[in-house]
């Protein structure tokens, strides 16, 4: 192990090279220890994660995520308390988007391969299409997507690039409103 001082003098030279500056003890200290705090978060998540994977050997079909923290939806990004959250091979997700998956709305895939569709605001950045545009190319049928419903009530859009080949080929048009 290095003492402190002798990480102390390693950032300073670190950050003179990455950033020109020279920094004192002190400033060295403090951001050295919120880096390390940083990454021992990042521990503790990926750690977390880890226990959970093992948890699935006996519960494959997952579990509600433990209710201690917060969490946000892999697909949705809704954001959770608590015990609303599920656990599964693909990841958190929420209750909306965990049914979709169970119900073959949504493949489950979609949560561990982001490269595999588009969600809403994907295609208001790409296109500038917002949601009621969005809504009107769902109606007409020119654009294909998968609907995730919480109670009845609309909850998020899942666009398959394979079932919306004219997505990724399409050159990106002028926004519209
Ligand atoms: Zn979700």
């Not at 490269?115 to 949601?131: A, I, P, Q, R």
């Not at 049928?141 to 009530?153: F, N, T």
């Amino acid at each position: 192990m290095r003492t402190d001082n002798e990480r102390i003098q390693s950032f300073k030279e670190l950050w003179k090279k990455n950033r020109g500056e020279d920094l004192t003890d002190a400033q060295a200290l403090e951001y050295s220890d919120n880096l390390l705090g940083f990454y021992r978060a990042l521990l503790d998540v990926h750690m977390r994660i880890e226990r959970w994977k093992e948890r699935l050997v006996n519960e494959p079909k997952g579990f509600p995520v433990p209710s201690t923290g917060t969490y946000s939806c892999i697909i949705c990004h809704h954001h959770m308390k608590g015990d609303e959250g599920w656990f599964d091979q693909f990841g958190i997700k929420c209750h909306p988007c965990q049914k979709a998956v169970n119900d073959g709305v949504i493949p489950g895939t979609i949560a561990t391969d982001r490269e595999s569709w588009y969600s809403s605001d994907d295609l208001k950045e790409k296109f500038g299409w917002h949601h009621t545009t969005l809504a009107k190319k769902v109606r007409t049928g020119e654009l294909k997507a998968r609907e995730i419903r919480s109670d009845e009530h609309f909850w998020h859009f899942v666009f398959l690039k394979e079932e919306n080949p004219n997505l990724t080929t399409e050159p990106t048009p002028v926004p519209n409103t």
